[in-house]
Structure formats: C-alpha cells, structure tokens
C-alpha cells in the first residue's frame, strides 16, 4: 500500500489479510472486479464498520482503498 498516515496504519495494522485474490461484486450494480488480498480485507472493513456506522473507520477505509485501488473503488465503492 502506498503510504499511510498514523491513524492509517493503526487501521490497517488489525486486518487479516489472506493468500489469494478474490472476485468482489458490487451488491448494488452486480459489477465485480478481482482484488488482490489485501484490497479484499479492506474492502471487508469498511463494508463492516459500514454495518455498525463506525463512520470515522468508514472514512479512514474509503481512503485507503480510492488511493491504492482507483478504478477498484469507482466499481465497488463510489
């Protein structure tokens, strides 16, 4: 990932990131795009602290992923 600040790396420092890309659809388009793993583990987090309206790491999470995965973030999340 490129670099991150302090509350960044606090973020991303808890993910569990598995071995293998996964394929991803975006629930709302049924668009999908492969991740690599550790795209797939922060997609995961902010689709989870989306469910508990932790907002700030929402936030954080929409960062992350718009400057690492672009055209990713423009399919899934935008």
């Known amino acids: 990932m490129k670099l991150l600040t302090e509350q960044e790396q606090k973020l991303v420092a808890d993910l569990i990131v598995c071995t293998k890309p996964e394929k991803i ?6 668009e999908s795009v492969e991740l690599c793993p550790e795209g797939v583990a922060l ?21 992350i992923f718009r400057r690492n995965w672009p055209a990713e973030y423009i399919i899934l999340l935008d």
Do not use: C, R
């Open 25 to 30: 659809k975006n629930p709302y388009t049924g």
């Open 43 to 63: 997609y995961d987090m902010i689709k989870g602290a989306e469910m508990v309206s932790d907002f700030d790491n929402v936030e954080t999470g929409l960062a």
